[in-house]
Structure formats: C-alpha cells, structure tokens
C-alpha cells in the first residue's frame, strides 16, 4: 500500500515567517489532499491537489505527480495558523486515502 | 456546504459497555463514509469504509466484530464500539465523500473522544 512521509515533523516560526511542509509518496497516487487539524481536532480541508499548484489566500500548494511529493507553502504566518497540517494520498478519487505522520506547526507572537 | 457532523462530541463509559458514535453527512448524500482512529499526538488511521446498504470493509488488525459500523442511509453511518475496554479509548473521526455530486474531496466531522474507564 501507499507510505507517506511528512516532514518535518515539527516547526516552530515567528508570526510573519514563511514556511514550506512537504509530502512524498511511495507511489503515485491520483487522489491528494492536505489538510489542518485545529486545536480542537477538527480537520480542515485546505487542498484537493493531485496535480499541479492552486493558491487560497496566504496559503498554496503544488504538488509534482511524477516525482511523488507535494508541497504546502504558508506566507506570513499567524498565530492561528498553528496546529497540525496532514497530507494523505490515495490511488483514486473513489479509493481510501492514506495519512502521512503529519507536521505539527507552532507560530509564537 | 459539505458539512458532516458527529455525535457525541465526547463519551465517557465503563468497561464493558458499548458505545455507538453517528456520523451524518448534513447537506449532501454520501454512498461511501470512512472511520478513523486517532491515539494522542499521532495521525489518524483508517479502520475501516462505510459503504451505504452493503457490508463495511475493514482495515487489516480491526476486528469487525468489535468495532460494528452501518450506513443505513445516504446520509448516516454508525460505529458502535462493542464491550468497550481502556485500550479502546481513543479520538474516532468520521469523513464522507461528496461523490454523488462529482466531489472527490473527503470532507471531516468534528471527532468524538471516547474514554472507557
């Protein structure tokens, strides 16, 4: 089955700081998504991304399907911000998608 | 839009008990919801999927018999943990996929945290 490594692990910014969180896949996969789990547990979507860039705001991703990984930028960071950001990947849009270990992002003031 | 909800948010129980957690996809119909587990400060891991009127399927080491899930409608699924023990006590997080309406994003309910004493 599909492994997904996420990296780095942990981080820790200032507010306003630039930051980049990058996925690889074991095998390429049709079906991408990152996601921000708050405080509270909730995840949130942020990017259904297999292929190529989309940007929301202070926050983009780019993913590179033939090179198995994907990126997920975050521009002047703010304290809500913090939490842990996942990606998960799966063979299709209709198959179970799998979790990366996720990165835990901390933003002090 | 693509709102799913859980309920309850949170569960205390005895040893021995069983709990059951709904998940219910409010303002779209989903044929496919999954069921994940979440230990503290770890990622979430697939148990298992939730497939409207047919059988789940199950992640490889979840027993089926204890963890029982039915998708009795387009827009309800059921987990119901089955003679609960501490070891079980854990974050469950449901997610439905809007595909009838040609989405191909799972979207989350909020969790239910259930602690079995």
């Known amino acids: 089955g599909i492994q997904v490594e996420q990296s780095p692990p942990d981080l820790i910014l200032q507010e306003g700081a630039n930051s980049t969180l990058r996925c690889n896949f074991s095998d390429s996969v049709n079906n991408l998504q990152w996601f921000h789990q708050n405080p509270w547990g909730q995840l949130i979507n942020l990017f259904y991304i297999p292929s190529g860039t989309k940007q929301n705001g202070r926050l983009s991703a780019t993913t590179v399907a033939t090179e198995r990984y994907s990126l997920l930028y975050i521009s002047s960071s703010q304290t809500t911000d913090s939490g842990v950001y996942f990606c998960a990947g799966g063979y299709s849009s209709a198959s179970k998608i799998i979790f990366g270990s996720g990165t835990r992002l901390s933003i002090r003031p | 839009g693509a709102v799913v909800s859980q309920h309850p948010s949170w569960v205390i129980c005895k040893s021995g008990t069983s709990v059951k957690i709904e998940c219910r996809s409010l303002d779209f119909q989903a044929t496919t919801m999954f069921w994940y587990r979440q230990f503290p400060k770890q990622s979430l891991m697939l148990m298992a999927t939730s497939n409207e009127g047919s059988k789940a399927t199950y992640e490889q080491g979840v027993e089926k018999d204890k963890f029982l899930i039915n998708h009795a409608s387009l827009t309800l699924s059921t987990l119901t943990v089955t003679s609960a023990h501490p070891e079980d006590s854990s974050f469950y997080i449901c997610?439905?996929?809007?595909?009838?309406?040609?989405?191909?994003?799972?979207?989350f309910g909020p969790g239910t945290r259930l602690t079995v004493l």
């Open positions: 997610s439905a996929r809007e595909e009838l309406a040609g989405g191909n994003t799972q979207y």
